[in-house]
């Protein structure tokens, strides 16, 4: 571990400001809705460049933990207030705090009903998003994890669509089992080992038949998460109905959330059960890769059909994951982050043109090439940056993930490249149908995107270019945190069928 550098707590500080922001917008008068909307700009503005000392002052050298902060919370329970981050968690740390504000941009002049409370529950959302990737103590992750789901529903239940009782309800049920059955695996570990302490817990060496179960307690909650298949379906449904900055904050952090357990629990601390279980994953990642593609080709509505694009996508991340080698878990990574800018960027595109027609329906647009030529050029490079386009963001992730997939799997590498020809062809079909063929009348007299939209659509066109073209400046921040994870993980343990059918004979013997 190393101690925080920074002459004050940066990661308490990203996670308790927007927190503090939304506490003085409690107190703010509703009818101020100018105010309200600044200070919420304000306290975002203000976390994303709080983190920005981690990225310019982080040890790229080491896999250990750092930042860290570590206080005695509950000692009767040895649960500690610790936080840390390592070269994985830190890179989620700056996603966050970059999407709440484009989040809080996007939503100046669609959110018309409740301003202060929705503001309020985005900045409760920013902390609470933090609070995970930095969490180093069990009870203090599971308090975090769950603080999630409240203002997340909210976002849905309030200010989503018609249908957003339903999706709200579905999201939350669907999280909320995988949550308890974690919270059983963790009070399991606590009772073992006598601590909460992430760090100490990994280092020990758990039975094997432990191991197993404990591997599905935790599965259950970040397989539901990513969302993997066949548990994706609430993420449609919250997608749909969601606003658009509950959108983008659910692609562009929450659902990589799910992937950012298995690197920082399932890998680590049940590295056998992870081996053995690797090859029943990577089948049900090709599948969601394969399956959420042909989805999309099908779909009517614009957020549907991106919704069932981040299917396919984080298919790729799991199977790069559970390949258990370097360049599987680095693409994984590196994708992890990419879908977070790409997606997002493509619900702020969606957000954009829903609050000029109001309606998602692709056969209600048509020549949107000719009327919104910035808009149109802007939603082309995430188009192509989606499906992988070398020197954009997503070539690199999709071809280490699959460069990784041929090492574990010649099988899953094959499969899993016809998701990029899919990927290709649902991703083009719906941009031709959008901005191409013949002007609709029903946009006909649309204005272009705004100065403030450009803002929020901006950095990521930026960051689209600057990973694709140097990715590096992330893949460096990863590289000892993963070799650490492979050391933990055995590397001359079996793997494939050979690793699961003795897994079972172990668990069941």
């Not at 069932?308 to 559970?322: A, D, E, R």
């Not at 939603?379 to 070539?395: E, H, R, V």
Request: charged share 10%; glycine share 8%.
């Amino acid at each position: 571990m190393i101690p925080n550098a920074l002459p004050y707590p940066v990661l308490s500080t990203l996670i308790f400001l927007p927190v503090a922001g939304a506490i003085l917008l409690a107190l703010v008068s509703r009818k101020q809705e100018g105010l309200i909307k600044a200070l919420a700009l304000v306290f975002t503005v203000a976390d994303f460049a709080v983190s920005l000392p981690i990225f310019f002052n982080f040890d790229k050298t080491t896999a250990k933990m750092q930042f860290v902060e570590l206080y005695n919370w509950i000692p009767a329970f040895h649960t500690q207030y610790f936080v840390g981050v390592d070269g994985i968690s830190a890179l989620f740390v700056l996603l966050s705090t970059l999407v709440t504000i484009l989040c809080v941009l996007i939503s100046w002049k669609s959110i018309r009903n409740k301003t202060k409370e929705f503001y309020m529950s985005i900045l409760f959302l920013e902390g609470a998003m933090i609070g995970v990737f930095c969490s180093l103590d069990f009870l203090l992750f599971y308090l975090f994890w769950e603080a999630m789901l409240i203002p997340m529903y909210l976002l849905i239940g309030v200010w989503g669509g018609p249908n957003r009782l339903y999706a709200a309800i579905k999201f939350f049920l669907y999280t909320l089992v995988g949550s308890v059955l974690m919270l059983v695996g963790i009070v399991y570990l606590y009772n073992y080992a006598g601590t909460f302490n992430i760090l100490a817990l990994e280092k020990l060496n758990y039975p094997v038949a432990m191991q197993m179960w404990l591997f599905w307690a935790f599965f259950a909650a970040f397989a539901v998460k990513v969302p993997m298949f066949p548990v994706h379906t609430w993420l449609p449904d919250a997608h749909t109905e969601a606003p658009t900055a509950g959108s983008v904050i659910l692609a562009a952090v929450l659902i990589k959330m799910g992937a950012y357990g298995f690197l920082r629990f399932s890998l680590p601390m049940f590295p056998q059960a992870s081996r053995a279980m690797a090859l029943p994953i990577m089948v049900l990642s090709v599948i969601a890769i394969i399956y959420g593609g042909i989805v999309c080709l099908a779909q009517t509505d614009l957020k549907r059909l991106i919704a069932y694009s981040s299917v396919s996508h984080m298919g790729f991340v799991t199977l790069g994951i559970f390949a258990l080698n370097v360049q599987g878990l680095e693409g994984g990574i590196l994708q992890m982050l990419n879908h977070g800018v790409v997606t997002g960027a493509l619900f702020l595109c969606i957000g954009i043109i829903y609050d000029r027609t109001h309606t998602r329906q692709i056969a209600d647009y048509g020549g949107v090439a000719t009327v919104l030529p910035i808009y149109a050029a802007f939603f082309m490079l995430f188009t192509l940056a989606a499906i992988g386009l070398p020197g954009t963001n997503g070539f690199i992730g999709e071809f280490l993930i699959i460069l990784g997939g041929f090492m574990a799997s010649k099988l899953a590498g094959v499969f899993a490249a016809t998701g990029i020809i899919i990927g290709a062809g649902y991703m083009l079909w719906l941009y031709q149908r959008v901005f191409f063929t013949g002007v609709n009348p029903k946009v006909s007299l649309l204005s272009d995107i705004s100065g403030r939209e450009l803002m929020a659509i901006a950095p990521m066109a930026i960051l689209v270019f600057w990973i694709g073209l140097y990715p590096n400046a992330l893949l460096s921040f990863m590289h000892p945190s993963v070799a650490n994870l492979l050391t933990r993980m055995q590397p001359g343990a079996p793997g494939g069928l050979s690793a699961f059918t003795h897994f079972l004979k172990a668990v069941f013997a």
